[in-house]
């Protein structure tokens, strides 16, 4: 590629823009303190700190930077590196790591590193990969809160000499990962208190699908003391800030044991976009591997629900069509199902190969739902929310 790159220093003057970038790149990461501290003369937490937004001369198509630990003097470490989505496959990746790989020698770095997630940062592991950078698992710290799958470090000598492993040296994560996070959402079990809000949001998300699970949550209740031995099904309102912007479950279909499943998986969708999806989706992976299963597993339709296929498509590891002749043809016909798998062992997922799941319980729950909604008096409250809140004061 010709077009020349600019690197701009990121200063009081750009950080919001680079704040942005680093936000789009990195949705679960809030890399704020990190972009202040760069311009800072005093480094809290580093012994080196460095970004750069670049352009192409038309637009900012990334952000990239270098960052040392104190404890380690000679390692340079690729910081909030990456290129917008609209920008890639066009040579500028390329172009920006061997700009940040002279900087970093240029600033006296015997090695040049980064660390990354196998499976949640896929895209970025082959870019490495390709760069012929030196790989290495690393076991040292077990979880570092978003982690979905094993992290793994890549080096590369900027020197003639042989690089030198990591060797599972302390990389202090779980205070990176503390102090970078950018929600705090809490999860809080289903219970008399929330459930109409809960039931509501459920509502708004999935009625236009033809699901209303207000029954489904009432009957949750009514077996409560079940959660306390970790049987399914279990679902949360998750806040953020003291706000309900989303709802997530895990439940187990009775002939397949082996099986942990997602439940009424939504966000609020003036909350969507920012990442909140992704981390409600990797903690309750964190909670389904509690259970004993092998494999983690969501059902979706194709069709009624495309805007969370991306998420879907980053985290899980199998995708399959789901038609099975015994189902509700309309379901299947218009819907076009789809399953994905993830596994929970130290095996490749196994395909769930079309197994009947009895479709048609949604619509017998969606009728019985919205008949127990009017007898509570409740129906035109959650059908009216959404326009509701065009009508609320500031």
């Not at 077009?3 to 970038?21: F, H, P, Q, S, W």
Request: include cysteine.
């Amino acid at each position: 590629m010709k077009c020349k790159l600019t690197y701009e220093k990121v200063t009081e003057k750009n950080i919001d823009r680079a704040l942005k970038i680093q936000r789009r790149l990195f949705p679960l990461e809030n890399g704020e303190d990190d972009l202040k501290e760069s311009i800072n003369k005093s480094k809290k937490y580093y012994k080196y700190l460095e970004y750069y937004l670049v352009h192409n001369g038309k637009f900012y198509i990334g952000i990239t930077g270098i960052y040392s630990y104190k404890e380690y003097p000679l390692d340079a470490w690729l910081g909030w590196y990456g290129v917008l989505p609209a920008f890639r496959r066009m040579g500028y990746g390329t172009k920006m790591f061997e700009f940040t790989k002279d900087l970093a020698l240029k600033k006296g770095y015997k090695s040049l590193r980064v660390y990354a997630d196998d499976k949640y940062d896929f895209v970025a592991t082959n870019f490495y990969e390709k760069m012929n950078m030196f790989k290495e698992y690393y076991t040292k710290e077990k979880y570092i809160g978003y982690l979905v799958g094993d992290l793994i470090i890549y080096s590369l000598s900027l020197t003639q000499n042989k690089i030198i492993p990591w060797n599972n040296k302390n990389l202090f994560l779980k205070d990176h990962v503390k102090k970078n996070s950018r929600y705090y959402l809490k999860f809080v079990e289903i219970n008399k208190n929330n459930i109409i809000d809960a039931a509501r949001l459920q509502f708004n998300i999935f009625y236009s699908m033809n699901n209303v699970g207000y029954l489904d949550y009432l009957q949750e209740i009514k077996t409560h003391n079940r959660y306390k031995n970790k049987i399914l099904p279990i679902n949360f309102l998750v806040y953020l800030n003291n706000c309900p912007v989303g709802i997530i479950g895990l439940y187990e279909i009775k002939e397949y044991p082996d099986d942990i499943w997602i439940n009424w998986f939504g966000v609020d969708a003036k909350y969507r976009n920012n990442g909140i999806g992704t981390q409600m989706l990797l903690k309750i992976l964190d909670i389904a591997k509690h259970y004993n299963k092998k494999n983690f597993r969501l059902f979706t339709y194709e069709t009624w629900n495309y805007n969370a296929l991306g998420i879907y498509k980053k985290t899980m590891q199998l995708e399959e069509n789901y038609d099975n002749k015994q189902e509700n043809s309309f379901l299947i016909k218009f819907g076009k199902p789809k399953i994905y798998s993830l596994s929970l062992i130290d095996k490749h997922v196994e395909p769930w190969n079309n197994k009947f799941i009895n479709l048609s319980d949604e619509l017998v729950l969606n009728e019985k739902s919205i008949k127990k909604l009017k007898d509570d008096n409740l129906f035109n409250l959650f059908s009216e929310s959404s326009f509701m809140e065009t009508l609320r004061v500031d």
